[in-house]
């Protein structure tokens, strides 16, 4: 979702359709199954940042038992010590 929005404002030059396809096809990437409202409840004790999509990608990861996160925000790096770029 994140990456669509990126592309809406002119930030980035794919719909975030196309990068999901390109990550899936490239490197065998795939959207993560956990349900959404466990994640939502772990993004509640991000409070680290404002931003509600950096909440959700980092609950993401630590609900997915602290997968590694991949991500060139160093905000996200300082905070969450798997994020890898």
């Not at 930030?11 to 390109?22: Q, S």
């Not at 199954?33 to 999509?53: C, G, H, I, Q, S």
Request: glycine fraction near 4%; hydrophobic fraction near 45%.
């Amino acid at each position: 979702m994140e990456m669509e929005y990126l592309f809406e404002i002119g930030r980035t030059k794919l719909p975030g359709k196309d990068v999901l396809r390109k990550l899936e096809h490239e490197l065998g990437l795939h959207l993560c199954e956990l349900p959404f409202a466990e994640v939502a409840r772990a993004a509640l004790d991000e409070k680290w940042t404002r931003d509600p999509f950096d909440r959700i990608i980092v609950a993401q990861a630590k609900v997915n038992g602290f997968a590694p996160l991949i991500s060139a925000d160093q905000e996200i790096a300082k905070r969450y010590a798997r994020t890898v770029w």
